[in-house]
């Protein structure tokens, strides 16, 4: 593999893996959210869960812009933010997707604005979501002219978990890598259960 290409592969499995904020915490939301509504859409951007490569880059209508076997990434716009919509494959199929905001704001608080636009959207699409702000540090709290400093500082980080189907939805807003990083988590809940009882089995195997 030529280094660009070897890049490429890099950059996407580094995007794939749903490194951030703490896993744990976003797992266990999308396990909550395990009963869902009947299906009204597909499972991520029109794509089924179990779909090949071949299969999403015919729904996209073009290659994608970074590829690997462990899934296919592409440039795009979701509500004209610009981010990174990322298809986690698994066996060669559809397992998981993720959207990534890169759109850089100059105020911290303009990311905020950005979640709560979008979180508005999932809302219409998917219902009233199950929202959790969590604080580690509470100091800016009563302050919400302050909440994009006290997000900087990772004082704070907003989750919110929608379900539709098959699938588990978590959006997420922190600050990961000395930045913030605004991103949503697609599951199929057929793998999240999957993992749930691996993860049981092996604390039941150390018993």
Same mark, same amino acid.
């Given at each position: 593999? !030529?280094?660009?290409?070897?890049?490429? /592969?890099?950059?996407?499995?580094?995007?794939?893996?749903?490194?951030?904020?703490?896993?744990?915490?976003?797992?266990?939301?999308?396990?909550?959210?395990?009963?869902?509504?009947?299906?009204?859409?597909?499972?991520?951007?029109?794509?089924?869960?179990?779909?090949?490569?071949?299969?999403?880059?015919?729904?996209?209508?073009?290659?994608?812009?970074?590829?690997?076997?462990?899934?296919?990434?592409?440039?795009?716009?979701?509500?004209?933010?610009?981010?990174?919509?990322?298809?986690?494959?698994?066996?060669?199929?559809?397992?998981?997707?993720?959207?990534?905001?890169?759109?850089?704001?100059?105020?911290?608080?303009?990311?905020? #604005?950005?979640?709560?636009?979008?979180?508005?959207?999932?809302?219409?699409?998917?219902?009233?979501?199950?929202?959790?702000?969590?604080?580690?540090?509470?100091?800016?709290?009563?302050?919400?002219?302050?909440?994009?400093?006290?997000?900087?500082?990772?004082?704070? /980080?907003?989750? /919110?978990?929608?379900?539709?189907?098959?699938?588990?939805?978590?959006?997420?807003?922190?600050?990961?890598?000395?930045?913030?990083?605004?991103?949503?988590?697609?599951?199929?809940?057929?793998?999240?259960?999957?993992?749930?009882?691996?993860?049981? !089995?092996?604390? #039941?195997?150390?018993?």
């Amino acid at each position: 593999m !030529n280094p660009k290409a070897a890049g490429k /592969s890099r950059a996407t499995d580094r995007f794939l893996k749903m490194e951030g904020m703490d896993i744990k915490t976003i797992i266990l939301f999308l396990t909550i959210m395990l009963v869902g509504l009947p299906a009204n859409a597909a499972d991520f951007r029109g794509v089924s869960w179990g779909a090949t490569a071949a299969e999403i880059q015919k729904a996209e209508g073009r290659k994608a812009d970074n590829a690997s076997p462990q899934g296919l990434i592409y440039v795009t716009t979701l509500a004209g933010i610009k981010c990174l919509a990322m298809y986690g494959l698994k066996g060669g199929q559809l397992s998981s997707g993720v959207y990534s905001f890169v759109e850089h704001r100059k105020n911290n608080g303009l990311y905020i #604005l950005d979640f709560e636009k979008i979180n508005d959207l999932l809302t219409k699409k998917y219902g009233s979501p199950q929202i959790a702000d969590q604080w580690v540090n509470e100091t800016y709290k009563n302050k919400p002219k302050l909440h994009g400093t006290a997000l900087w500082l990772g004082h704070l /980080s907003k989750i /919110s978990g929608f379900t539709n189907g098959e699938t588990s939805i978590a959006h997420v807003l922190n600050h990961e890598d000395e930045k913030i990083s605004h991103r949503i988590y697609y599951q199929n809940k057929a793998v999240i259960k999957k993992n749930s009882n691996k993860a049981e !089995n092996t604390a #039941l195997d150390a018993l």
